[in-house]
């Protein structure tokens, strides 16, 4: 069994109270209409006062004096984890303001409970009360899936005083570092004797602790709660290596380990060490990477824990059955373990658990019909994360959610469950009943269910599936960033990007990109590198740390995007030694594996040497071949301008007009542009200009550029004012954009004098913009 | 462990916290009533004239060290101490008080120890402050006096009665106040004797006072701990009084494992002005010429002439003396200081230090070898040289050999010691008083030359056929003061007891242990070499068993005995090693075929300038191995430095631990597999039907 220091206090003071609680079927919310409000029902007896003593710490509580009760707590006892009377008569006058400012930790008025019993105090029965009135608040609040949603506390403290207040033993516990990031779950398994079950409780502190952060700055986006635990574990590692919470960081370092060989080790290790998480994690890496064989030692890792009928680790053994890994597969062994795994923990849990690794393994997972049959028939019966498991495996196989499905995810929906009232809400879209479905999908995403949040902030971000409004989608991206969405978070680091002259929005656009990047998202940490590159106040980067997370994307990831935004910087020498020769050579790299965006670059770079040229119109031309529209733009504008050293006007206009013929609205404003702006009198066609900028402009009054041609081809047909007008608008928007050079802004005042004056702009070619 | 056993003489100089009630006498006052129980009585009288009686304060100041916190508080200390006019005379006033509840039984209980042969002891006060009023609590009824026979575990009868008084009816606030005199000294003394008192305490001190008052023309010497203030001197008529004072003085925190010589509390020793010459002639009248030895001893004597050199003489009588006569002092009056003649010694077979050393020193006489008794301190070292010199700085006697090659110090009151003179163990005496004509002052107590104190142990593994079971052979050499710890527990105890205590050192390690061979001792007295072999089937050596892996754990008990930590860590005291120290520690694990050890080989080397470690591991042919040897460079580790030193050992002990993962051969490790999941699966499916079974009833 896992060591931990507390818990090895006496035990079994509320054995009776934890019981009640303790109960893991939710209450049937009952039936009739389909929609969500009758969810609510289930949090209606709720202890208001404690539902208002949680509200009012989290929104207003002192981090600091709000763990120093913890810390006050720990020094009532001794160090074997027996309360210290004397320590308890000493600090009877701390513990009295302690309870005042921290009303709801469990861990806290335990402890207080305890001393008052050792020194006799007679605030004995009132701070047991106080405890217990907490005990059923943390049980009656949990949402209710079953135990996906971990019951919320301040410190580990309030999770062992409720694991001791239940009298039961304790048979692990582990925290799980991989299933929710907004939270750091517990699991802890208990043994209940007096009905032959195995309990498994989750608590999570972490998201209070962020939440009692709210000054922080760094707060506000999901990385601070990686570090937060991050540094919980390190510290733990160092103190007391042999807890959940330094195993924990055992199990980070192992998964930092270079080579798959050196993780499966390293697990190996923390497993013997005595932690089920590693064997658990061990069998998933074996699993997952077949080709490391390594199947067999998994099992070996996991055996101890089965031997003992810990029901997690007979499931994984039937798993391990299942899929023949380590082992001969033998359905009937796996059935077996299941129906022991079934037996401890009763409602099929274990079929349940088996059930939801099996949804890992995607939509073809072979161990799901070892298991359909049972939780079919559970499912009938009202067990509703089994019927939650069937309606997913059904949609997993291409099935809609119709008929009994349906029914019984309302069913679940209804009860509480954010996984059906997510499925539900789907199912209503889907079904053309987008505000039906829109209520329960915010039901879901209200209890933190992170598919939901994720769901609504990109459908009301985009318009795809809800009418858009990017206000609400926000919040929900957000939460659901907090969740663990990386591409909610890079969605809205971009989303922030766009202002990058405001400081508060380039912070955002750096909180979130940073999130994101910190787990590994590409998109992210490339729009990151981006930021940086503006070398605006306020980042922890600039363009010298744009090129290096270039480079390591490059070199690590094999990015191209990055290969080509750091030979840009080459290139320009910005943040980096100029080296053309290294930039030619990255980009060479990719064009020669028809990257089309790395030809483009390339022959961009080519241009630049005038005895290059050919090369990279030659290049430009093997990036157009393949019909590439962005390419073939850019070979008309080279052919336009000359780019390659000679001219080919007449070919630049049939292609831009087989582009426009697209609606390519780059193309067709070039050629516009081609069309408004140029010398010879045979090529010169304001109305056709006009004429393609309105087929193209769909509404876009704020395309600036698209302005700027509007206002030459106005000029072409002689109506100077409404040149001057356009032009006028294009300046201002012009204006408000940092990238534009101050150079190409006194070309654009410069078009707008003449234009003011009753001239045309003409273009020399070779002096363009 | 060895002990020091003879203990003698002072009681004054070194006064420690245990006996801190014991107290000077003075003339008896008029009011004097005398109080007997059976053969001995003490008195209870107004002090005299000459005390001072201290006020002890109406609140302890809040600026003052223990206002908050303290499980106990000192009122008053106050120690005055008579040396003028012939006095010997001892007045000693503490008030103190419990704030602990737990404390009260002790604050209620004192132990006052005198010697009636030669001392008096009155009782002045004994009284209780509760609420801000004083209550006389001092029945004499309830007094009562006892021959202290604690001493008869060390083998002494010293003569010592305790005085114990146990007060009733005490309370939390109750300040308890005993103002105690003891009256005489020693006669053997020839008052050359010194008085001294701590000024902290384990527990807060708000008021300290030592007042010692000398004859007018005296000219005292002093040793004062540097924190103390000097003394106020004034002159009466009647005496010379030197006062030293100190107020509000903090708790002092032991630290373990201090060196002997290190002095934890501050003090003050004063004496007389007198050279350490002074006090060898004072010694030297205690030891005068032996008279003739009896017949038997003298044919022993003859017979170690014949030995071929004066090392091996000096070697066997050596062990004679400490082997044949046994050790027991009877320190009563002038046997405190006095030895007895060797003759009688010898005859009756016993004798305490200076009996064994004065005996040893007339046998090597008589074989022509210059000796001479010395006189130490084993339980203050080289500290004592700061003192003012003094007779009872002394505790201890041993044998200063002044050989042609060199000189050897000898302890006779040991036992089980063997090997060369030149290689014996003795203790840090740090300096020695030599009970000799040319003594002018103390001289250096170094260790004997060849002196070793060495352990190499080696623990190997044989798994078994089956790599189940294991058979575990090891092999313990002892050389040096090493072997003289082996051998002195091994004929302590007896083989069985030593072999049944091993064992169970090994059963705590691996759980099912069998003694597969009886303990093997060889023991080779002339080099001090001691070597015990056992042997041990374990049925479960293995910490991990996964079907593919074994895990052994090992921990090198030898090298981590020798870097355990001390139980304080925060320290502002030196450390104390033992030194010199040679430790090796080898395992082997003996691989069956097929079997492929998971670590690697290693070196590594942790060096401190106190002591040095060094690891190594690795395979050599069929066998695994790690080998790793400890030696300590230095006696002790400044306070400066101790907290890098205990860094080091921290690294070394966590190099001791080791756990080795060896790879079973696959189809082993599937077999192994495959039988603990059938033998799951077969008792899961068991116990489903007997679930079914019992839901259908």
Redesign the interface.
């Known amino acids: 069994m896992t060591e931990h220091g507390c818990w090895n206090r006496r035990r079994g003071l509320l054995g009776w109270l934890c019981l009640a609680c303790m109960s893991m079927s939710p209450a049937f919310a009952g039936e009739g209409a389909d929609g969500p409000d009758s969810a609510v029902a289930a949090t209606a007896s709720l202890d208001s006062g404690i539902a208002q003593d949680w509200k009012s710490l989290l929104e207003r509580g002192d981090y600091n004096a709000i763990y120093a009760t913890y810390a006050l707590a720990s020094e009532l006892e001794t160090e074997q984890g027996e309360v210290d009377a004397?320590q308890c008569r000493r600090h009877a006058a701390d513990i009295e303001k302690a309870l005042l400012v921290n009303r709801v930790g469990m861990g806290l008025w335990y402890a207080a409970h305890e001393c008052a019993v050792a020194t006799q105090d007679p605030s004995a029965t009132a701070r047991l009360e106080r405890f217990e009135a907490l005990l059923r608040y943390a049980f009656a609040a949990r949402v209710r899936d079953d135990g996906a949603t971990p019951i919320r506390v301040l410190a580990e403290r309030d999770a062992d005083a409720v694991v001791m207040a239940s009298g039961q033993e304790l048979l692990y516990a582990y925290y799980d570092r991989f299933s929710n990031p907004r939270n750091f779950n517990l699991y802890m398994g208990l043994w209940d004797a007096e009905t032959n079950r195995e309990r498994i409780l989750v608590f999570d502190f972490l998201d209070s602790n962020v939440q009692l952060r709210r000054d922080l700055g760094a707060a506000r986006f999901p990385n601070f709660r990686r570090q937060l635990v991050k540094s919980f574990v390190e510290d733990a590692a160092k103190t007391a290596p042999h807890t959940p919470a330094g195993y924990a960081d055992a199990i980070n370092q192992a998964i930092a380990q270079p080579t798959i060989e050196q993780r499966r080790?390293a697990l190996?290790?923390t497993a013997?060490d005595g932690n089920l998480e590693a064997a658990m994690s061990l069998v998933g890496l074996c699993l997952h990477v077949p080709e490391q064989h390594c199947g067999?030692?998994a099992?070996?890792?996991l055996?101890?824990y089965?031997?003992r009928?810990y029901a997690p680790a007979?499931v994984l053994?039937a798993v391990a059955y299942s899929q023949a890994s380590?082992?001969a597969r033998?359905d009937k062994?796996a059935r077996?373990?299941l129906?022991?795994a079934d037996?401890r923990l009763g409602e099929r849990r274990g079929r349940i658990m088996f059930a939801a690794l099996s949804t890992l393994q995607g939509k073809t997972s072979p161990m799901w019909p070892l298991v359909r049959k049972e939780l079919q028939k559970a499912a009938d019966g009202e067990n509703f994360p089994a019927a939650i498991l069937v309606a997913t495996a059904d949609i997993s196989a291409g099935k809609p959610l119709l008929d009994d499905n349906l029914k019984r995810v309302l069913a679940a929906a209804k009860a509480g469950y954010p996984a059906a009232q997510f499925l539900y809400g789907l199912a209503m879209v889907d079904h053309g009943r987008a505000e039906a479905g829109a209520a329960w999908l915010e039901h879901a995403a209200d209890a933190d269910f992170t598919p939901a949040q994720s769901w609504l902030g990109k459908a009301l971000y985009t318009g795809k599936g809800m009418p858009a409004d990017v206000d609400r989608a926000l919040p929900w991206l957000a939460r659901a960033g907090h969740g663990g969405d990386a591409a909610a978070m890079t969605l809205l680091g971009r989303y922030h990007s766009r202002d990058a002259d405001s400081a508060t929005s380039r912070e955002l656009a750096q909180g979130w990109l940073q999130s994101a990047a910190a787990l590994g998202n590409l998109d992210a940490t490339l729009a990151l590198a981006e930021l940086y590159e503006s070398g605006a106040d306020g980042l922890d980067g600039d363009a010298k740390r744009a090129a290096s997370i270039y480079r390591d994307l490059a070199e690590q990831r094999d990015s191209a995007v990055a290969r080509r935004r750091w030979a840009r910087l080459l290139r320009s020498g910005k943040g980096v030694e100029r080296d053309p020769v290294k930039a030619e050579s990255l980009l060479l790299g990719d064009a020669q594996k028809n990257d089309i965006a790395s030809q483009m670059a390339l022959a961009s770079l080519l241009f630049a040497n005038p005895l290059r040229r050919g090369e990279g119109l030659a290049w430009l031309e093997k990036a157009s071949a393949g019909g590439d529209a962005g390419a073939r733009g850019e070979l008309a504008f080279a052919l336009w301008y000359g780019q390659s050293g000679r001219a080919d006007p007449a070919r630049a206009i049939q292609l831009w007009q087989q582009l426009a013929r697209e609606n390519n609205v780059d193309a067709s404003n070039n050629y516009a542009w081609a069309l408004c702006t140029g010398t010879d009198s045979s090529v010169s066609d304001g109305i056709s200009g006009i004429m393609l900028l309105q087929a193209i402009s769909d509404g876009r009054s704020g395309w600036a550029g698209a302005l700027d041609t509007l206002a030459a081809c106005h000029a072409t047909t002689g109506d100077f004012s409404a040149a001057a007008l356009a032009q006028q608008r294009a300046a201002e928007l012009f204006a408000r954009m940092p990238r534009a050079s101050a150079r190409f802004k006194d070309r654009v005042a410069h078009r707008l004098s003449l234009y003011t004056s009753g001239q045309r702009y003409i273009e020399v070619i070779g002096g363009g913009d | 462990m060895h002990f020091l056993r003879c203990r003698a003489i002072a009681r004054g100089a070194l006064m420690s916290l245990a006996v801190v009630l014991l107290l000077t006498a003075f003339h008896p006052q008029a009011l004097a009533e005398t109080y007997r129980r059976g053969e001995f009585a003490f008195e209870v009288a107004a002090a005299p004239a000459w005390v001072r009686v201290s006020d002890v304060a109406t609140k302890w100041d809040p600026s003052a060290p223990g206002a908050q916190g303290s499980s106990w508080r000192n009122w008053l200390l106050d120690s005055q101490f008579a040396r003028f006019g012939g006095r010997r005379w001892r007045y000693f006033d503490r008030a103190s008080e419990a704030i602990s509840p737990e404390l009260l039984s002790e604050a209620g209980k004192f132990e006052v120890e005198f010697n009636p042969e030669f001392q008096r002891l009155i009782i002045h006060e004994l009284a209780v402050r509760r609420d801000g009023h004083w209550l006389d609590r001092l029945n004499p009824e309830h007094v009562t006096l006892a021959r202290r026979e604690s001493e008869f575990e060390r083998d002494m009868s010293t003569g010592s009665v305790s005085a114990m008084i146990v007060l009733d009816d005490l309370r939390l606030g109750d300040v308890v106040r005993a103002r105690f005199s003891i009256d005489g000294e020693n006669p053997i003394m020839a008052g050359l004797d010194s008085d001294g008192s701590p000024f902290a305490w384990n527990s807060p001190l708000l008021q300290r006072q030592m007042r010692v008052l000398f004859d007018p023309a005296a000219k005292p010497a002093e040793f004062r701990a540097a924190p103390i203030a000097p003394a106020s001197v004034t002159k009466t008529p009647e005496y010379l009084e030197w006062r030293y004072a100190a107020h509000f003085v903090a708790a002092i925190n032991d630290e373990d494992n201090a060196p002997i010589w290190y002095r934890t509390h501050p003090q003050v020793v004063v004496s007389e002005k007198r050279s350490w010459g002074d006090v060898a002639r004072w010694a030297r009248s205690l030891y005068p010429p032996p008279a003739p030895l009896p017949d038997d001893l003298l044919q022993r004597i003859e017979q170690w002439r014949q030995l071929p050199d004066v090392e091996k003489r000096v070697a066997a009588a050596l062990r004679t003396v400490q082997e044949e006569v046994r050790y027991f002092g009877i320190e009563i009056g002038d046997n405190t200081h006095r030895p007895a003649e060797p003759a009688a010694v010898w005859t009756q077979r016993h004798g305490d230090c200076k009996d064994k050393s004065r005996l040893l020193v007339a046998i090597l006489a008589a074989m022509d070898i210059e000796a001479y008794p010395a006189m130490v301190n084993a339980n203050r070292g080289k500290a004592i040289a700061e003192l003012p010199p003094s007779a009872d700085a002394f505790d201890h006697v041993i044998v200063q050999v002044r050989a042609k090659s060199g000189i050897w110090w000898l302890d006779p009151t040991r036992t089980q010691q063997r090997g060369r003179a030149a290689a014996q163990e003795t203790s840090d005496f740090g300096v020695a008083l030599p009970v000799a004509a040319d003594t002018t002052g103390l001289v250096a107590v170094a260790r004997n030359p060849d002196f070793t104190d060495r352990t190499s142990v080696s623990e190997r593994f044989e798994p078994d056929a089956d790599g189940a079971t294991a058979t575990l052979s090891v092999r313990s050499e002892y050389v040096g003061a090493a072997a003289n710890r082996a051998r002195y527990d091994l004929q302590r105890n007896g083989n069985d007891e030593v072999s049944r205590h091993y064992a169970d050192f090994y059963r705590r390690r691996y759980s099912e242990v069998d003694v597969a061979a009886a303990l093997q001792v060889e023991d080779e007295a002339e080099r001090n070499r001691l070597v015990v072999t056992e042997r041990y089937r374990l049925a479960k050596p293995w910490t991990l068993n996964t079907g593919s892996e074994r895990a052994l754990d090992l921990t090198a008990d030898t090298i981590a005995n020798s870097v355990a930590l001390p139980a304080t860590l925060d320290r502002h005291m030196p450390l104390a090693l033992a030194f010199p120290a040679e430790n090796t520690h080898r395992f082997e694990l003996k691989m069956p075929a097929g079997w492929r050890w998971k670590g690697e080989s290693t070196k590594r080397e942790l060096v401190d300038p106190a002591a040095a470690y060094t690891y190594r591991a690795g395979v050599d042919g069929d066998v695994v191995f790690s080998e790793e040897s400890y030696a300590a460079r230095q006696a002790s580790v400044g306070a400066d430095r101790v907290a890098e030193h205990l860094r080091w050992r921290r690294e070394v002990r966590e190099q001791t631990f080791q756990r080795w993962i060896v790879a079973l051969p696959s189809a082993v490790a599937d077999q192994a597999r495959k039988t603990r999941l059938n033998d799951l699966v077969r008792g899961v499916m068991d116990g489903n039907k007997a679930n079914k079974d019992k839901k259908h009833d």
Do not use: K
């Open positions: 004397e080790e190996t290790q013997a067999g030692e099992i070996d890792s055996l101890p089965a031997e009928h007979l053994l380590g082992t033998d062994a077996a373990l129906d022991a037996e």
